[in-house]
């Protein structure tokens, strides 16, 4: 921190310590009372001797801020009005308690930077915050820290869709919006209607999630009694309606409950909107690891051999498909015989199409 201007008055001495503490220790690094005053008085212009620098940290630790110290030394100092010997502790060792922990911290972090729908002007924004949370030697660890550019304009609006889609959840009213999708000029356009129109979309909002670096709205579209899943960062425009939202519990698939947002996204591996079914595969051993990944710890394997298992899983169709074509035949669906019966009517489509481009060339 740069120094003030003009010197702060003596009634900012606590604010001015527990500042001191926020920027120049951790767990690691501490300070005494000496070196605190050092500080006040390089930086701030301010001389306090070691009593009033203490009896402020004991003021603060009253208000609730966890200020630890390593060891505290009586000594007997004599008054200099009255001349009296006191005797008064010394503290050494003293550092602030974060509300993060380094290593949380370089996790969200880590998470951000993974995030492809956050501008990067935002991003960098976001991270000063997170940085500016704990000392000055976390933010030496992390100036090496960049984001990979993101090859696709991201939402200049996001956050205040966010702020909005937040509001109306919380209000438990519907919104309104239009929806995003690229054209073959690389730019985003609204959806429209047949006649040319921009469509809009109307839902009940539930909640919002993140799923493989990308923000969803978990919602009912109007006019059906389903599910929906929606791009957080390809919403736009959006208004919150005096309508109440229709019950999540009334939805088709609910079981006359409420979202429980860890099952349905364990269901919904890529957030597809489509029915949930038991699924069983049939998977190569190895293929264990990816299963687990992809849908939880909650799948049951049988029916070992030495080369294949059967896997049992609740899973969203649409998922449990791509699941099924990202990993064949390595991944075989068995059960429902519908769902295997559509991946391999796609697979001999794809076959067909590559034997046309093969003819055609």
């Not at 939202?245 to 947002?261: H, I, N, T, Y």
Request: net charge negative.
């Amino acid at each position: 921190m740069d120094k003030l201007m003009v010197k702060p008055a003596k009634k900012l001495l606590p604010m001015l310590i527990l500042d001191i503490l926020r920027r120049k220790t951790d767990e690691s690094h501490h300070l005494t009372q000496k070196e605190i005053g050092d500080i006040l008085l390089a930086e701030y212009d301010m001389s306090a001797d070691r009593k009033s620098i203490r009896r402020n940290i004991d003021n603060l630790v009253d208000m609730g801020y966890d200020i630890e110290f390593s060891k505290c030394t009586n000594r007997e100092v004599k008054d200099a009005k009255t001349g009296e010997i006191e005797t008064t502790s010394a503290m050494s060792g003293v550092w602030l308690a974060k509300d993060f922990e380094d290593s949380e911290l370089r996790l969200i972090i880590d998470s951000l930077l993974f995030s492809s729908h956050i501008p990067q002007s935002q991003l960098g924004d976001l991270i000063d915050k997170l940085v500016g949370l704990s000392s000055e030697y976390f933010e030496a660890h992390v100036k090496h820290i960049h984001s990979v550019p993101s090859t696709l304009p991201a939402s200049a609006q996001l956050f205040w869709t966010i702020d909005q889609l937040d509001a109306a959840i919380s209000a438990k009213r519907k919104v309104s919006f239009s929806y995003l999708d690229y054209g073959i000029d690389k730019k985003q356009h609204p959806r429209r209607r047949p006649d040319g129109t921009v469509r809009e979309y109307v839902v009940s909002p539930y909640q919002m999630a993140a799923k493989d670096g990308k923000y969803y709205l978990i919602c009912n579209y109007d006019k059906y009694d389903d599910v929906s899943n929606y791009r957080v960062d390809r919403i736009a425009n959006v208004q919150i309606l005096d309508e109440p939202v229709k019950p999540f519990s009334a939805l088709q698939g609910s079981q006359g409950a409420p979202l429980d947002l860890a099952k349905y996204v364990q269901e919904h591996v890529y957030m597809y909107s489509s029915a949930t079914s038991r699924v069983r595969f049939r998977i190569v051993k190895r293929m264990a690891g990816d299963v687990i990944d992809e849908f939880g710890l909650g799948v049951r394997f049988e029916d070992e051999t030495d080369d294949y298992v059967t896997v049992s899983a609740r899973v969203n169709e649409r998922a449990a498909q791509q699941f099924a074509k990202n990993f064949a035949p390595d991944v075989l669906i068995l059960e429902p015989k519908r769902l295997a019966e559509k991946v391999r009517e796609e697979a001999a489509q794809t076959v067909a199409a590559y034997e046309e481009i093969e003819k055609e060339g």
